[in-house]
């Protein structure tokens, strides 16, 4: 069980993976004095049986652990988990790291020395689009041409196939283009509604999702893509086929 903080509602868990003891103290006293529950972790063993126990609703994690690469860490997470958000936090800037992480399926990267302030905003911004919506006349499914996305599995079919499992930040991304399909939605949108802000790094993570997402969609083909790149402005979502976008209206 989550306990309570102090209005009441349950708190959200943070696991926090580093090798550097000193750090996860001082990353557990930040996100505790958030209102949320801190679950520490030293390596990825321990980080993978607080995953399975303490049920967190966002990871915090090192590419650089002693034992093991962050790297592979990143992937057995997704592998078990496919829906709790990733915030890798790192002094690995390069852009190959960046990309490879993001690539694994991390949400975020954020590179030390770090904000505290930033680094909080973040993992807020994670822990709520990782939270269940409630309601009982909510929503369950959208359908865009050939796209049915289950909101509640966050599971895609596409022609009727075989569901295809969306990792947290590719289920938001298609989300927002299929609640907007067929029109452009501006790269500023996509950020704050996927990511919860609008920055460098938020769209380095859109640009390495929309690659993800192309590659389950065996969506390759530069000149008819379904998930359109619109250069400075933004993506576009193409819910009807080009010759019937050409049809004249009767």
């Known amino acids: 069980m989550h306990k309570e903080n102090n209005g009441g509602a349950h708190a959200s868990r943070v696991l926090i993976v580093d090798d550097e003891r000193d750090l996860v103290d001082l990353l557990a006293f930040l996100v505790e004095q958030a209102g949320f529950i801190p679950v520490r972790a030293g390596d990825p063993t321990q980080a993978l049986e607080a995953l399975e126990t303490a049920d ?3 990871a915090v994690i090192d590419l650089n652990l002693s034992s093991s690469s962050g790297f592979d860490l990143i992937t057995e997470i997704r592998r078990r988990n496919p829906k709790i958000p990733i915030i890798v936090l790192t002094a690995r800037g390069s852009e190959s790291d960046k990309v490879r992480a993001l690539d694994l399926g991390a949400d975020d990267y954020v590179i030390k020395p770090f904000a505290h302030r930033e ?4 993992i807020r911004a994670q822990a709520r689009r990782a939270e269940p919506q409630h309601g009982g006349a909510s929503q369950t499914a959208l359908d865009a041409g050939a796209f049915h996305l289950d909101l509640q599995q966050r599971t895609l079919h596409v022609n009727g196939g075989q569901p295809l499992r969306l990792t947290g930040t590719e ?11 067929d029109s452009v939605v501006g790269t500023e949108i996509v950020a704050r509604y ?8 938020a769209r ?3 640009r390495v999702t929309v690659y993800r997402l192309r590659r389950k969609l065996s969506d390759d083909d530069s000149g008819s893509r379904m998930i359109e790149t619109i250069p400075g402005v933004g993506l576009r979502l193409r819910a009807m086929q080009p010759e019937q976008a050409s049809e004249p209206s009767l």
């Open 171 to 181: 289920f938001r991304l298609l989300e927002c283009l299929m609640r907007n399909a």
């Open 119 to 122: 680094l909080i905003a973040r």
């Open 56 to 58: 967190p609703s966002v």
């Open 204 to 206: 380095e993570a859109m």
């Open 194 to 201: 996927v990511w919860g802000y609008n920055d460098p790094p």
